[in-house]
């Protein structure tokens, strides 16, 4: 089996990921002060393990072992080719259409091998990943085109992960294929996908640690404020062009710009969507563009969020939207959690506006390419 293996895969993944690595060692510091009671982080992993289980097709079964492997307890136990093959019996049982092939005694052990890969806690869940993925297609030759929603690969890239005290990953299908058709592997896509799953279960967890609501702020943070700016100049430039291509199609279509917070009503028409939101009752601040044409309406909020408390510093920037036509108002749900931004206490308001940027225009992308076809 052609497995990831040796120094030099590991030390090309982390010199792809360094700047992602870096990242997610200065917010597991963080989540590692404030992680909060630990009742409560069981307490909501499980409901997240039964949520993904169903939204899979897993049912009781996957719930079960992913409330299970994602326990505290099991975040101990050393990844051996006998506990590789224990799970991958239980992976077997599962239902379609996340049942698992059964895996060889040498397709364990090569396995267990690559969760052992020296380097950062990450790279060797991104080698647990890529090694079970790779066994499992040997284990079942007749199945093509990428990698199907098999579970054991994402269940033993988080015991590796919470081996190194890593809050557990989900399964995830909008992870790249890490072999595309033809055998052509491309473990980068893969490995930055993860590192970004696992900042994002980051954020998730230390959104979960913050006290209950206080009364609202007068104003911004200096660094929520400078970053809510940035967001807003952003969409402010894209808004001329994008109008430019609705009225090509709709003469009397507009582009308009507004700014919110957090105090404002959660139901309200003119605030974000709750699921933009990593704790809706955290402090927030918002930009939205509104896109009208040929009687529909899109409103793309950018969200700026304090994660976890405000002693923590951490904030996380993420984009989704609300689209009203003749049929009424829909959720339009465009990025993914994955796709958030998270900006550090020691960042300045520029370290991440490549990167706030770069999720603001693949928003637009999407907003545009779903209001053109309603």
């Given at each position: 089996?052609?497995?990831?293996?040796?120094?030099?895969?590991?030390?090309?993944?982390?010199?792809?990921?360094?700047?992602?690595?870096?990242d997610l060692d200065r917010l597991r510091a963080v989540w590692a002060e404030h992680r909060g009671p630990r009742g409560e982080r069981a307490r909501a992993r499980r409901e997240s393990a039964h949520r993904r289980s169903y939204e899979l097709g897993g049912?009781?079964?996957?719930?079960?072992?992913?409330?299970?492997?994602?326990?505290?307890?099991?975040?101990?136990?050393?990844?051996?080719?006998?506990?590789?093959?224990?799970?991958?019996?239980?992976?077997?049982?599962?239902?379609?259409?996340?049942?698992c092939p059964r895996l060889t005694d040498e397709h364990a052990a090569d396995v267990a091998r690559a969760a052992s890969a020296p380097g950062h806690p990450a790279v060797r869940a991104v080698h647990a990943y890529v090694a079970c993925a790779e066994a499992l297609h040997e284990a079942a030759p007749g199945r093509t085109g990428g990698d199907p929603?098999?579970?054991?690969?994402?269940?033993?890239?988080?015991?590796?992960?919470?081996?190194?005290?890593f809050p557990p990953l989900l399964p995830d299908p909008g992870v790249p294929a890490c072999t595309e058709a033809g055998g052509t592997r491309r473990i980068d896509l893969c490995a930055r996908h993860l590192s970004r799953?696992?900042?994002?279960?980051?954020?998730?967890?230390?959104?979960?640690?913050?006290?209950?609501?206080?009364?609202?702020?007068?104003?911004?943070?200096?660094?929520?404020?400078?970053?809510?700016?940035?967001?807003?100049?952003?969409?402010?430039?894209?808004?001329?062009?994008?109008?430019q291509v609705l009225t090509s199609l709709d003469t009397e279509a507009r582009a308009d710009v507004?700014?919110?917070?957090?105090?404002?009503?959660?139901?309200?028409?003119?605030?974000?969507?709750?699921?933009?939101?990593?704790?809706?009752?955290?402090?927030?601040?918002?930009?939205?563009?509104?896109?009208?044409?040929?009687?529909?309406?899109?409103?793309?909020?950018?969200?700026?969020q304090e994660v976890g408390p405000a002693s923590a510093g951490v904030l996380a920037v993420t984009a989704d939207a609300r689209l009203t036509t003749g049929e009424g108002v829909h959720g339009a749900p465009l990025m993914a959690d994955v796709d958030g931004v998270t900006v550090m206490p020691n960042d300045s308001a520029d370290d991440r506006r490549p990167l706030i940027c770069d999720l603001i225009d693949e928003a637009l992308s999407r907003s545009m390419a779903l209001l053109t076809r309603v």
């Open positions: 089996m052609n497995t990831l293996s040796g120094d030099t895969t590991s030390q090309a993944i982390e010199g792809c990921l360094r700047p992602d690595l870096d049912g009781p079964a996957l719930a079960e072992l992913l409330e299970a492997t994602a326990s505290e307890e099991m975040s101990g136990r050393a990844i051996t080719s006998g506990y590789v093959t224990e799970l991958a019996e239980r992976a077997a049982s599962l239902p379609d259409p996340v049942r929603g098999w579970v054991l690969p994402w269940i033993l890239a988080s015991l590796v992960l919470q081996r190194a005290d799953l696992v900042a994002a279960s980051l954020r998730t967890e230390l959104s979960r640690s913050r006290p209950r609501p206080s009364a609202a702020r007068v104003s911004a943070p200096p660094l929520a404020a400078a970053v809510h700016r940035r967001a807003l100049e952003h969409l402010h430039e894209r808004r001329g062009p994008l109008l507004r700014v919110g917070s957090a105090p404002q009503v959660p139901q309200a028409v003119a605030a974000p969507p709750e699921r933009a939101l990593l704790a809706p009752e955290a402090d927030h601040w918002w930009v939205c563009l509104s896109l009208i044409a040929d009687e529909a309406a899109l409103e793309l909020y950018v969200v700026v």
